[in-house]
């Protein structure tokens, strides 16, 4: 496998490219905050190395991290739907190098390029589909005192 | 391999997590031989009853380790189990890890929970064969961090040239590292399929899960080893509690290859 991130690995070179002429380089510090839930989805990330932990803010409590993103995963899906609200908050557990995507030319892009949209539209549904699938998973709490591990 | 239990005496217990002890036991008299990575013993605890349970640790003097989860009353009473109190076993039973298969290619070991104990002794054997195997990762997921098992054995896993990555469900307060399901570690690591073994312990679904990631990353169904448990009672294949399909893991198992398994594991009720 090569080390692109995910979003890209199979993404013609051609297709690539241009996605990445609306690219930026982007570091965030260890603690620095990436976005807030319900603040406006106007990017996302394609992360090259270090962690981000994905939180729910829960009122009395301290933010509760649901799930941590690394290096070749994508953060950030809250900008293709309306109405383009972070659905989680975003944390750096460390320091944090990214590509960053600017949600509204990322849109327009694959509004004039359909091929390309598709293209990666279908990569986002895939991974979304995924995360749904993780998180179902983890609903059966499988590794439970009764689970079914063998010892 | 003995139907018989042969006595074992118990020469260190240790706390691994709340409910998991590991049990360093010799043997008292003759000793079992023939334990390898991945086979497992029936394990007595006297007067109450056996269950089995994967080596661990394979050490010299015939030194055997058992990691034990205190889910019921045997493995209970194989948990509160002390130096110097006496055990049976029998066995080795049932196929290990097949080490030969992966010589020579990655080594990528995913564990669920307590599924990481029957993948020690790989680890170990891998690392201490330097040059029979590439890349050596090991991807661990656990329900919490204070579930984590061989905490102070991974750092020097990692000392010693593996990738270790750990992630939990329920992260405490003070956990700094990876939430989410084992799988997404597979994100993480830049497998080589056509040059990775894989061996994926732990409960059937995240089995099941596990394989169908790494099927999707290119690994053929053939470089996938999957540990499978089913209810064990004689360990010889002839009582058939243990049957999946045409399968009997205590004798065809715990170890089996995924292209074996793969649609027997689809079946509900098998």
Redesign the interface.
């Known amino acids: 496998?090569t080390?692109w991130p995910?979003l890209l690995d199979t993404l013609p070179q051609v297709q690539r490219e241009r996605l990445f002429t609306l690219a930026g380089e982007r570091d965030f510090p260890a603690g620095g905050t990436l976005f807030d839930e319900g603040g406006v989805a106007d990017r996302f990330w394609l992360i090259r190395s270090g962690?981000v932990?994905l939180d729910v803010y829960v009122p009395g409590r301290?933010a509760q991290?649901?799930?941590?993103l690394?290096?070749?995963?994508q953060l950030g899906w809250s900008w293709i739907f309306p109405p383009y609200r972070w659905h989680l908050g975003a944390r750096a557990?460390?320091p944090v190098r990214t590509w960053e995507f600017p949600a509204a030319e990322v849109r327009e892009l694959c509004t004039a390029d359909t091929e390309l949209g598709y293209e990666l539209m279908l990569r986002c549904a895939a991974l979304i589909a995924d995360r749904l699938?993780?998180t179902r998973?983890?609903l059966?709490?499988?590794?439970?005192?009764?689970?079914?591990?063998?010892? | 391999m003995t139907t018989v239990p042969v006595p074992y005496r118990v020469t260190a217990a240790s706390a691994e997590t709340a409910?998991c002890v590991s049990l360093e036991v010799t043997p008292v008299g003759q000793a079992l031989p023939g334990f390898t990575p991945g086979r497992f013993a029936m394990v007595y605890a006297f007067g109450v009853g056996e269950?089995p349970?994967?080596v661990s640790a394979i050490g010299g003097g015939h030194r055997l380790v058992h990691?034990?989860?205190a889910?019921g009353a045997v493995?209970g009473a194989l948990c509160r189990l002390r130096a110097g109190d006496a055990v049976g076993l029998r066995g080795p039973y049932g196929v290990g890890w097949d080490l030969d298969a992966a010589a020579g290619s990655d080594v990528l070991v995913v564990a669920?929970?307590?599924?990481l104990?029957?993948l020690r002794p790989v680890v170990r054997h891998v690392l201490g064969h330097p040059g029979h195997y590439g890349r050596l990762r090991v991807l661990i997921?656990?329900?919490a961090p204070e579930?984590l098992l061989y905490r102070e054995e991974l750092a020097h896993w990692r000392r010693a040239a593996a990738q270790v990555e750990v992630?939990v469900?329920r992260?405490g307060?003070g956990?700094?590292?990876?939430?989410?399901?084992v799988?997404?570690l597979l994100?993480?690591v830049?497998?080589?399929?056509d040059r990775t073994t894989a061996l994926v312990?732990?409960?059937?679904?995240?089995i099941r899960?596990t394989a169908r990631a790494l099927l999707a990353?290119?690994l053929p169904a053939h470089r996938i080893q999957v540990?499978?448990?089913r209810n064990m009672r004689c360990g010889t294949g002839h009582c058939g509690h243990c049957q999946l399909g045409p399968l009997l893991l205590c004798r065809d198992g715990?170890v089996v290859g995924y292209h074996r398994t793969r649609s027997l594991l689809a079946v509900r009720e098998l």
């Not at chain 1, 059966?140 to 010892?151: E, I, M, Q």
């Not at chain 2, 312990?201 to 995240?206: H, I, R, W």
């Open positions: 496998m080390a995910l962690e932990a301290r991290v649901v799930e941590t690394g290096p070749r995963q557990l460390c699938q993780a998973l983890r059966l709490d499988l590794y439970a005192p009764h689970g079914s591990v063998p010892s | 409910d269950v349970i994967s990691t034990v989860r889910i493995t669920g929970g307590i599924g104990a029957p997921g656990t329900r579930d992630t469900d992260p307060p956990w700094r590292g990876s939430v989410g399901l799988t997404t994100d993480r830049d497998t080589r399929p312990c732990g409960p059937e679904v995240m899960h990353r290119g540990s499978l448990e715990p």
